[in-house]
């Protein structure tokens, strides 16, 4: 059989599954979407965020990059941004990398492809801001681990610094930024970082709020 076909035939089976278990499932999906967690990951086919989270629909917003960048001048990444910061109202942000990523494996490279060079070279830009300690690691590997984390804090910084997460902390709280990395060899998820609206942030990133808005 064509592989394609066997996803639809998947499909098939799991509508059967979840209207025996709940056969009002659809009709309640179908009133609305608050999910409580906003996920930015890497595109990479073996990093899933429902199944490795244990989620299931209507409970993730979901944006997907390669590298899992945040880029102020990503418009799909900001529109989205916008809409699950402040009208869907999520209280959790999760930016996760994952070890043997390609996309940071790249960046330690300097082989040029096309455009793609251009996204990648967000994550250059973050082995210049930490050179040093890349540099005194012991071999390629870690490096690449170490890229792969680093990554994922600075992709956190650039959400800080977002007007929408910001007009949120004005606020209260929400929304908490957590850092996290999937281990590809072994499952493991680790949370490496957690921020909050209390954490330092350079003070030319920060928006002021007019109270009466
Ligand atoms: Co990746």
């Not at 990503?74 to 989205?80: V, W």
């Not at 650039?158 to 209260?172: C, D, I, M, Y």
């Not at 590809?184 to 954490?199: K, P, S």
Request: a negative charge.
């Amino acid at each position: 059989m064509d592989r394609y076909k066997q996803l639809l035939e998947n499909n098939q089976d799991w509508v059967r599954r979840k209207l025996e278990v709940d056969e009002s499932y659809f009709a309640r999906q179908a009133e609305g979407q608050q999910p409580p967690f906003l996920w930015i990951g890497c595109a990479d086919s073996r990093v899933v965020p429902d199944e490795i989270t244990g989620t299931g629909p209507g409970e993730m917003f979901v944006h997907r990059n390669i590298a899992n960048i945040v880029t102020h001048s990503d418009l799909n990444l900001m529109s989205l941004l916008e809409y699950g910061v402040l009208s869907l109202r999520v209280d959790h942000i999760i930016v996760c990398g994952h070890t043997h990523c390609g996309g940071v494996q790249a960046a330690l490279g300097h082989r040029k492809t096309g455009i793609l060079d251009k996204w990648i070279r967000n994550i250059k830009d973050v082995y210049h801001m930490h050179r040093e300690e890349l540099e005194a690691l012991a071999d390629e590997q870690e490096v690449w681990n170490r890229l792969v984390e680093l990554n994922v804090r600075e992709q956190l910084m650039n959400l800080a610094k977002t007007s929408f997460v910001q007009r949120r902390w004005h606020e209260g709280e929400f929304p908490v930024l957590h850092g996290w990395v999937y281990h590809v060899e072994d499952g493991r998820l680790e949370a490496t970082l957690r921020m909050t609206r209390d954490d330092p942030m350079d003070r030319i990133y920060r928006y002021e709020f007019d109270d009466a808005v």
